[in-house]
């Protein structure tokens, strides 16, 4: 094991006993995903799907999906990086050999973990008992759904640089929530809007991941179509990775 590696899984353990403790994380991780996900399926009965290539339950399990990576990966943590700053676990982290990134990484290993679990487990399910089929290709599900994880945590650690409680971050992390939802295709599919609203969706932060997750699951999707999305997930996670650079606070403001 080296080095890196020893400290990532020592700060994972550490978040994950906090996470376990936690009941309201627990319930947001684990319940609040299954919620949405029921909560999407009287909305998707009512449309059209068939003009966007999917069916009902398609539609309910890949939207699933990103909900996951929105309730589990990008609130849940917010609320971590900003407890840990203001309970100042940042800064003395901080003084010891652990690099920056690799503080920002452990903290966010528990979540990534649950999400990943949850994501393989909607897949499953949705085989096994929704008789949907098998990933057409599942090498691309993979790199949407790991790519979402890490922008989904990117734009955690930049929100939390504006939140300045815990309680607060229910707050910060409602405009991801409530511009994702309608405008990256969980609820509507894009193909199911007006086409200068959906060029619009396009650029959002989720929309891209969405579209590699449904491309790598349903497959259908052409090369460019999937080179925007990629480029579009990218972008918005340098974008994201720039504003921590330049913005992550790792101690409270007095």
Same mark, same amino acid.
Not at 117 to 124: E, P, S
């Given at each position: 094991?080296?080095?890196?590696?020893?400290? =990532?899984?020592?700060?994972?353990?550490?978040?994950?006993?906090?996470?376990?403790?936690?009941?309201?994380?627990?319930?947001?991780?684990?319940? /609040?995903?299954?919620?949405?996900?029921? %909560?999407?399926?009287?909305?998707?009965?009512?449309?059209?799907?068939?003009?966007?290539?999917?069916?009902?339950?398609?539609?309910?399990?890949?939207?699933?999906?990103?909900?996951? +990576?929105?309730?589990?990966?990008? +609130?849940?943590?917010?609320?971590?990086? *900003?407890?840990?700053? !203001?309970?100042?676990?940042?800064?003395?982290?901080?003084?010891?050999?652990?690099?920056?990134?690799?503080?920002?990484?452990?903290?966010?290993?528990? %979540?990534?973990?649950?999400?990943?679990?949850?994501?393989?487990? /909607?897949?499953?399910?949705?085989?096994?008992?929704?008789?949907?089929? %098998?990933?057409?290709?599942?090498?691309?599900?993979? *790199?949407?759904?790991? +790519?979402?994880?890490?922008?989904?945590?990117?734009? %955690?650690?930049?929100?939390?640089?504006?939140?300045?409680?815990?309680?607060?971050?229910?707050?910060?992390?409602?405009?991801?929530?409530?511009?994702? *939802?309608?405008?990256?295709?969980?609820?509507?599919?894009?193909?199911?809007?007006? !086409?200068?609203?959906?060029?619009?969706?396009? =650029?959002?932060?989720?929309?891209?991941?969405?579209?590699?997750?449904?491309?790598?699951?349903?497959?259908?999707?052409?090369?460019? !179509?999937?080179?925007?999305?990629?480029?579009?997930? +990218?972008?918005?996670?340098?974008?994201?990775? @720039?504003?921590?650079?330049?913005? @992550?606070?790792?101690?409270?403001?007095?």
């Amino acid at each position: 094991m080296t080095a890196t590696t020893g400290r =990532l899984t020592a700060l994972g353990r550490a978040e994950l006993t906090l996470l376990v403790r936690n009941r309201t994380t627990l319930f947001v991780g684990l319940l /609040m995903p299954p919620t949405m996900i029921v %909560a999407m399926k009287p909305t998707l009965d009512q449309m059209d799907l068939g003009k966007a290539g999917m069916s009902v339950g398609e539609a309910v399990m890949t939207g699933g999906i990103a909900v996951v +990576l929105i309730l589990v990966v990008h +609130l849940n943590l917010v609320s971590a990086y *900003v407890a840990r700053r !203001e309970e100042l676990v940042l800064k003395r982290l901080r003084t010891g050999e652990v690099p920056d990134r690799e503080i920002l990484a452990g903290t966010a290993l528990p %979540a990534a973990g649950l999400a990943l679990a949850q994501c393989v487990l /909607m897949v499953v399910a949705g085989v096994a008992f929704l008789g949907l089929k %098998a990933p057409a290709r599942p090498e691309l599900l993979v *790199v949407g759904v790991l +790519l979402g994880m890490v922008l989904m945590a990117a734009l %955690a650690a930049a929100t939390s640089a504006v939140t300045r409680t815990v309680e607060s971050a229910q707050i910060t992390t409602l405009p991801m929530f409530l511009i994702s *939802v309608p405008g990256s295709g969980l609820f509507i599919p894009l193909e199911l809007m007006p !086409e200068k609203v959906a060029s619009v969706c396009e =650029l959002l932060p989720l929309t891209g991941v969405l579209t590699l997750v449904r491309a790598g699951w349903l497959g259908g999707a052409d090369g460019k !179509e999937l080179m925007g999305a990629a480029v579009t997930a +990218l972008a918005w996670t340098l974008l994201s990775v @720039f504003a921590v650079q330049r913005w @992550f606070r790792w101690e409270p403001r007095r």
